[in-house]
């Protein structure tokens, strides 16, 4: 009996796996993802597998990073300590949202918190400079150096090195005219010469392939407008209504169309344990193409024309600028967030992973590796210094990784994923479903949008449609059946031929004033801050902290030190008396004693020991409030929601709150007549929180002025320019939104 239950174990075994063997193979793995029952079968299978990996590896359920890599691995701060007693509802609750593909829900994450952002700055300084010395100054260490400047997480130069082929590339693009006619042989630069030549070269093959495959480029080309920014610009002149350009669909760049997209739903499918996991789909497929394929790439003079430094993002600041954005919450929350989410889908458990999972993926790893050693002795004659980009020798995954996004978010065409699962293909705004590019329907599964990055149209900048924008964006079906879909500018009005062809990249996208995105937005997510006369746009956020609101309230009630009559503590003194109060207050909103507000812990906010003592004891109350100030647009105005200060009622109870909180302090512990005066203040003015509202707009003002100032004073040029000039931009209308708000609020006083 035993053994035949063994032979009859023996011959299942065997067929299970002549049956599970020849569908490990890759290629046979790409085709499983192509069918809808496959697909689903993947991803459940991957649960399965998760799952089970969590059970034998003893993962805790309760914690959302057991199962593999999380953003809390990535927050440069110490978090507070998970509760060890957990109900069995939240138990049930996140092995639902695993069985759901959705990304258990994590502890908020302060990004807004100031220290993140120091923190962030102090890590990529010792990346690109080391460890810092005994007894060095920061700001001094920060400034010091050709590289403080640069952004330490790429540099051009690696990006070259990556792109080492493009040189040969435009070489031979140009060999067939140079047989053709010697005198174009010594224009197009065949021994190899300038960066003109080979762009011209690279252009000019671009236009060839996109009228090959039934396109249109004939009438554009690169140039730079009178502000020196680089563009796409008419060639010739163009009539009102005529299509100005027309590149097919199927020749854009995306998860969906590059020469992986087949093995690409097996290889990210543990993204789908993260959120927002499908903002990356776009930059893996770049990245593959720039390091696998290269010069073979079907995009490979595309690859070759896109720059190699996006500048003007906040989250690729360099050490020297980093402190610009300090003052900036909004804008600094949402670029220390994309750091860390950058380098948690470049891990080596996520991105390279999954580029090493799909063919040609390895070797293309080890090149990253060895290319970047030859590039830091081999390219001195470039006048770059390697530790201004993190030191030399590094692994180029990483700079490639954070550059590929960078490319990615800044040139590609959003698409809903939905759509594509509805059977259709790209939509646009209006229409519900066009095209004919189509995802591998395990990707779709759990992504929500992708992009593409079209070729020779991501050349052309953005004006708002209001503000001059000359060209159409559209997507629209082929005259010839047998032809693709196209994406295609149309002319609005008569062109010139060298002018700079200008479209408004969200057209049909912003549900009225009230969903404009505010300027500073688009600094974080284009790298340039667009030119607006319309002050809906114009926003400003700042933090009433510890600091802020002890100085309003020094401002407000101490007298200034020339009116000082009789010895009345010293002024320094008075204030550090009142910044203690303001310590009790904001323990007050925080819900903690006010006793326990002296005792600052790791987990502190806006910079004071009570901000402190609250974030530990009520995570959910912040020990600083963020306020935003916008223009309110006429339906909020019909609306009764009129005023420039957002949440008003909000921020003013909140003041209330702390004020209150401060006075029972000063009341508790008045020492004569300047204590009681003090006291007697800080109750008026919980009565009245407008006052002290309108004193942080005035300061905020004042900040604003100073930052703009500093951020001039870094000069033209080098590394940090394109940065610094959207800093002085955020900087001007975040404060004429604050003026706007200042004079609404003196005005309801005065009334």
Not at 370 to 382: C, E, H, K, Q, R
């Amino acid at each position: 009996m035993q053994v035949r239950i063994a032979l009859i174990s023996a011959a299942l075994a065997a067929l299970v796996t002549a049956l599970i063997v020849p569908y490990t193979d890759p290629e046979n793995l790409a085709k499983l993802s192509q069918h809808p029952l496959a697909g689903l079968l993947l991803n459940r299978t991957a649960d399965a597998f998760y799952a089970f990996g969590n059970f034998v590896g003893g993962g805790d359920g309760d914690d959302p990073a057991a199962g593999g890599p999380s953003l809390r691995d990535y927050y440069p701060l110490t978090l507070p300590p998970r509760d060890p007693v957990a109900s069995a509802r939240q138990r049930q609750q996140q092995q639902q949202q695993r069985r759901r593909r959705r990304a258990p829900a994590e502890p908020e994450l302060d990004w807004a918190d100031p220290r993140v952002w120091e923190a962030q700055t102090l890590q990529a300084r010792v990346a690109a400079n080391g460890s810092p010395a005994a007894g060095e100054g920061a700001a001094a260490t920060a400034a010091a150096g050709a590289g403080a400047a640069a952004s330490p997480y790429y540099s051009p130069e690696e990006i070259d090195a990556v792109f080492s082929w493009c040189g040969d590339l435009a070489a031979k693009a140009a060999a067939p005219a140079a047989a053709a006619d010697g005198a174009a042989a010594g224009d197009t630069g065949s021994s190899g010469g300038g960066t003109e030549d080979a762009a011209a070269v690279h252009f000019r093959a671009l236009v060839e392939w996109v009228a090959a495959a039934g396109g249109d480029a004939s009438k554009v080309e690169p140039g730079l407008d009178a502000s020196g920014v680089r563009g796409l610009h008419a060639r010739v002149d163009v009539a009102e209504g005529e299509t100005v350009l027309s590149v097919p669909l199927s020749l854009g760049l995306s998860i969906a169309s590059f020469r992986a997209a087949r093995y690409a739903a097996a290889a990210v499918t543990g993204w789908s344990r993260h959120a927002g996991a499908d903002l990356f789909l776009d930059p893996l497929a770049l990245a593959y193409e720039a390091a696998v394929h290269g010069a073979r790439s079907p995009w490979g003079h595309y690859l070759c024309l896109l720059p190699r430094s996006f500048a003007g993002l906040p989250m690729h600041a360099g050490v020297a600028d980093a402190a610009l954005l300090a003052p900036l919450p909004a804008l600094r929350r949402l670029a220390a967030k994309r750091r860390a989410e950058v380098a948690l889908y470049g891990s080596a458990r996520l991105g390279r992973a999954a580029l090493a999972d799909m063919p040609g993926g390895r070797g293309a790893l080890l090149r990253l590796a060895t290319a970047a050693a030859a590039n830091s002795t081999g390219s001195s004659g470039s006048g770059s210094s390697s530790s201004s980009s993190g030191g030399g020798g590094r692994d180029l995954w990483m700079p490639l990784w954070h550059w590929a996004y960078a490319a990615a978010k800044t040139r590609t065409v959003n698409v809903a994923a939905a759509e594509l699962r509805a059977g259709g293909g790209i939509g646009t705004p209006g229409e519900d479903r066009v095209g004919s590019i189509k995802l591998p329907v395990a990707i779709p599964a759990w992504a929500e949008e992708f992009g593409v990055m079209l070729p020779v149209l991501d050349l052309a900048n953005h004006v708002f449609m209001a503000e001059g924008a000359n060209v159409l964006y559209q997507i629209l079906p082929p005259s010839n059946p047998a032809e693709g879909w196209a994406a295609v500018l149309v002319a609005t009005r008569p062109i010139a031929a060298g002018e700079a062809l200008l479209f408004d990249y969200v057209a049909g996208a912003e549900d009225g004033p009230s969903g404009m995105a505010c300027t500073d937005r688009w600094l974080e997510e284009y790298g340039f801050l667009p030119h607006t006369s319309d002050p809906h746009r114009e926003c400003d956020t700042f933090d009433i902290s510890r600091p802020a609101l002890a100085a309003a309230l020094a401002q407000l009630l101490l007298p200034p030190p020339a009116a000082a009559t009789g010895a009345p503590p010293s002024p320094d003194a008075a204030r550090e008396a009142l910044a203690a109060l303001v310590d009790a207050g904001l323990a007050r909103v925080a819900h903690v004693p006010p006793g326990s507000a002296s005792s600052p812990g790791p987990h502190a906010g806006g910079g004071g020991g009570g901000a402190a003592a609250a974030l530990l004891a009520d995570p959910s109350s912040p020990p600083r409030l963020e306020v935003l100030v916008r223009t309110p647009s006429a339906e909020e105005v019909e609306e009764g929601l009129g005023s420039h200060v957002r949440q008003r009622w909000v921020v003013l109870s909140w003041l209330a709150e702390a004020l209150r909180g401060a006075a029972e302090a000063a009341e508790a512990g008045a020492a004569g007549a300047a204590g009681s005066q003090v006291a007697a203040g800080l109750r008026r003015l919980s009565d009245e929180p407008e006052e002290v509202l309108a004193a942080l707009l005035a300061a905020r003002r004042e900040e604003l002025a100073a930052l703009e100032a500093a951020a001039r004073a870094g000069g033209a040029g080098g590394p940090g320019e394109a940065l610094r000039r959207g800093v002085v931009g955020v900087a001007e209308v975040a404060r004429r939104a604050v003026e706007r708000a200042l004079a609404q609020e003196r005005a309801r006083m005065a009334g």
